[in-house]
Nanobody, 118 residues
Framework: QVQLVESGGGLVQPGGSLRLSCAAS????????MGWYRQAPGKQRELVAF???????TYLDSLQGRFTISRDNAWNTVFLQMNSLKSEDTAMYYC????????????WGQGTQVTVPS
């Protein structure tokens, strides 16, 4: 089992920055990918970014380089640096960890709210 705890969300003015953290514990050796999804009220969940165990990253195209995902060397914590925040970034952000078994085996955090007023 893997447990995920997110932190770092909050209220920020447009153009500001936030850094989300996701701390993993438990059987972290099983994790192959970690990343972030977000879901705004009334909208579908969308994949924001993910990072593989060997450091490869992928981002939602529409972010246009504003977000950066990174991890610590121990592969216990993943970060999402969010810059130039916009009102459309307002959402609940969820961390996930994918073990070798694939998406049906994903672990999820409880979510952290990011609010950027218009």
């Amino acid at each position: 089992q893997v447990q995920l705890v997110e932190s770092g969300g909050g209220l920020v003015q447009p153009g500001g920055s936030l850094r989300l953290s996701c701390a993993a514990s438990g059987d972290t050796f099983r994790i192959m990918v970690m990343g972030w999804y977000r879901q705004a009220p009334g909208k579908q969940r969308e994949l924001v970014a993910f990072i593989t165990k060997d450091g490869r990253t992928t981002y939602l195209d529409s972010l246009q380089g504003r977000f950066t995902i990174s991890r610590d060397n121990a592969w216990n914590t993943v970060f999402l640096q969010m810059n130039s925040l916009k009102s459309e970034d307002t959402a609940m952000y969820y961390c996930y960890a994918r073990p070798f078994g694939g998406p049906t085996s994903d672990y999820w955090g409880q979510g952290t709210q990011v609010t950027v007023p218009s």
